[in-house]
């Protein structure tokens, strides 16, 4: 079994920064492909980011360029850092683990930004 736990989140202003945090527990982490999912109010799960075990990241659209996906396998951790935030990056932060052909994710954590 892996379980996560988010951290990192809370009210920035528009253009502000804020880094996300990923700890899991269980074994594999290092095997594993972590990534980065959002929901806002009245809308459906997104993805927004992912890295894989050898490190290769890929992006929404959305977020090339502002957010930066990254891991530490020694901490069982994964980060997500969001620069130049919009009110329209409001959402549930996600955090989401693929292994061994199961997905496993967090509680989530509140991102909000205010105009």
């Known amino acids: 079994q892996v379980q996560l736990v988010e951290s990192g989140g809370g009210l920035v202003q528009a253009g502000g920064s804020l880094r996300l945090s990923c700890t899991a527990s269980g074994s594999g982490f290092s095997f594993s492909a972590m990534g980065w999912y959002r929901q806002a109010p009245g809308k459906q799960r997104e993805f927004v980011a992912r890295?894989?075990?050898?490190?290769?990241?890929n992006y929404a659209d959305s977020v090339k360029g502002r957010f930066a996906i990254s891991r530490v396998n020694a901490k069982k951790t994964v980060y997500l850092q969001m620069n130049s935030l919009k009110p329209e990056d409001t959402a549930i932060y996600y955090c989401n683990s693929y292994i061994w052909n199961n997905d496993y994710w967090g509680q989530g954590t509140q991102v909000t930004v205010s105009s």
């Open positions: 890295i894989n075990r050898g490190g290769n990241t």
